[in-house]
């Protein structure tokens, strides 16, 4: 982020800032649904899905 603001034309800034701020909304938003799955299910079976899934990623 620090180096696309360095490149960045200084009157374009804020639309950078506001652009990668808006791009990153997804990233906030898989935290309040990773919540809303816990209180779903439990916290064992919320790390037993992750555990498959890094095992598919291996």
């Known amino acids: 982020m620090a180096y696309l603001l360095d490149i960045a ?3 374009r800034w ?3 800032t506001s652009f990668m ?3 990153m909304l997804p990233q906030g ?3 309040v649904l990773g919540g809303w799955q816990v209180a779903l299910i ?3 079976n919320i790390f037993m899905v ?3 899934f ?3 990623a291996a």
């Open 50 to 52: 992750s555990l498959a």
């Open 21 to 23: 701020n808006a791009a």
């Open 9 to 11: 034309p200084e009157d």
């Open 29 to 31: 938003l898989l935290a």
């Open 54 to 56: 890094v095992l598919v």
């Open 42 to 44: 439990s916290y064992q």
């Open 14 to 16: 804020p639309t950078y």
